[in-house]
Nanobody, 128 residues
Framework: QVQLVESGGGSVQAGGSLRLSCVASGYTYSNYCMGWFRQAPGKEREGVAFIYSGERSTYYADSVKGRFTISQGNAKNTLFLQMNNLKAEDTAMYYC?????????????????????WGQGTQVTVSS
C-alpha cells in the first residue's frame, strides 16, 4: 500500500522560506511523476510543481517560478519543495501526490498529472 507523508509546513512572514518534504512508502516504480498541489480556502486546487523521476524533468506554475524549487532525494521516494520569498498568496494547504502508474512523463512536464496517491496535506501560512 502506497502512503505519502508530508511535513515542513508552518507559519512564516512574507519574504521568508519554508521547505516541505514528502516521503513515499510502498512505491515501487522507477519512472513516475510526483509533485505538489495546493488549495486555499474558496479557491480551486492549483498545481504548484512536479518532477518526473529518473530524468528529473520539472514543471512549475508561473506563480512560483523563480521562488520554489522541487527536488528529489537520493532515494527517489523523498520529495522536497523549497519555497523562498514567500508571499501571502502562497497561503494554502499543500498536498504531495504521485502517479498511480509509471510512464506519464508528458502530463507531468506540462503540469497536468493525474495523481492516484495523495498525502494528508501540510498547511503553509504566510503573513504580510
Amino acid at each position: 500500500q502506497v502512503q505519502l507523508v508530508e511535513s515542513g509546513g508552518g507559519s512564516v512572514q512574507a519574504g521568508g522560506s519554508l521547505r516541505l518534504s514528502c516521503v513515499a512508502s510502498g512505491y515501487t516504480y522507477s519512472n513516475y511523476c510526483m509533485g505538489w498541489f495546493r488549495q486555499a480556502p474558496g479557491k480551486e486546487r492549483e498545481g504548484v510543481a512536479f518532477i518526473y523521476s529518473g530524468e528529473r524533468s520539472t514543471y512549475y506554475a508561473d506563480s512560483v517560478k523563480g521562488r520554489f524549487t522541487i527536488s528529489q532525494g537520493n532515494a527517489k521516494n523523498t520529495l522536497f519543495l523549497q519555497m523562498n520569498n514567500l508571499k501571502a498568496e502562497d497561503t494554502a494547504m499543500y498536498y504531495c501526490g504521485a502517479d498511480r502508474y509509471s510512464g506519464h512523463r508528458y502530463a507531468c512536464v506540462i503540469g497536468r498529472p493525474d495523481f492516484g496517491f495523495w498525502g494528508q496535506g501540510t498547511q503553509v501560512t504566510v503573513s504580510s
